[in-house]
């Protein structure tokens, strides 16, 4: 089965830093996106980050210019390096693969995968 690990969350001052991993695991063949995104309390889920296998990245205004994507294709992993965070910031961060082809047995499969989710907390 695929398996996406997420790792770094934590508790972090206003204008800290943090950074997150999320190794996906099984037998993977490829991954077309590979994106983060985060959900805090009251409020739906929204788009932080994605980079593509072909390294374009996507960015939501509120994270631009203090936030980078980045990924490594051979460990299947998606990093996000965040800088200068904000209380509203605070959120638990979700990574997402999307277009995760993977083979089980005989077939191949694509689907798109989330992590379980791991809490930044940006606080004094």
């Known amino acids: 089965q695929v398996q996406l690990a997420e790792s770094g969350g934590g508790l972090v001052q206003p204008g800290g830093s943090l950074r997150l991993s999320c190794a996906a695991s099984g037998s993977i063949r490829s991954i077309t996106v590979m994106g983060w995104y985060r959900q805090a309390p009251g409020k739906q889920r929204e788009l932080v980050a994605t980079?593509?296998?072909?390294?374009?990245?996507n960015y939501a205004n509120s994270v631009k210019g203090r936030f980078s994507i980045s990924r490594d294709n051979a460990k299947n992993t998606v990093y996000l390096q965040m800088n200068s965070l904000r209380p509203e910031d605070t959120a638990v961060y979700y990574c997402n693969a999307h277009g995760l082809t993977y083979t089980s047995g005989p077939y191949t499969y694509t689907s798109d995968k989330w992590g379980q989710g791991t809490q930044v907390t940006v606080s004094s």
């Open positions: 980079v593509a296998s072909g390294g374009s990245t």
